[in-house]
């Protein structure tokens, strides 16, 4: 079956560093976009970061740029965010998303980060 599985997620200090992971599996995963959505606590589910198919254009969120890269290793059906110098408002669910257009789209299931003193 489709399906995505985030990992990597948990409770980081402020300044420090976390890794999420987006393992795919169930469609052909080098043929589509990825991206990183978060949702805070009263507010939306914005946009983060995306990554073309094969990794050669990458876009970010203005609040991450600089802090946050997306990247993918489609040999291993893997995406990934690296996240640096995180802030409290960072705190959120975070979600891997796969656009295949007419097929639908792919969410996983969030993995919650937290940051806090």
């Known amino acids: 079956q489709v399906q995505l599985v985030e990992s990597g997620g948990g409770l980081v200090q402020p300044g420090g560093s976390l890794r999420l992971s987006c393992a795919a599996s169930g469609f052909t995963f080098d043929r589509y976009p990825m991206s990183w959505y978060r949702q805070a606590p009263e507010k939306e589910r914005e946009l983060v970061a995306a990554?073309?198919?094969?990794?050669?254009?990458?876009n970010y969120a203005d609040s991450v740029k600089g802090r946050f890269t997306i990247s993918r290793d489609n040999a291993k059906n893997t995406v990934y965010l690296q996240m640096n110098n995180l802030k409290p408002e960072d705190t959120a669910v975070y979600y891997c998303?796969?656009?295949?257009?007419?097929?639908?789209?792919?969410w996983g299931q969030g993995t919650q980060v937290t940051v806090s003193s």
């Open positions: 998303k796969a656009d295949r257009n007419w097929r639908g789209s792919v």
């Open positions: 990554i073309s198919s094969n990794g050669g254009s990458t």
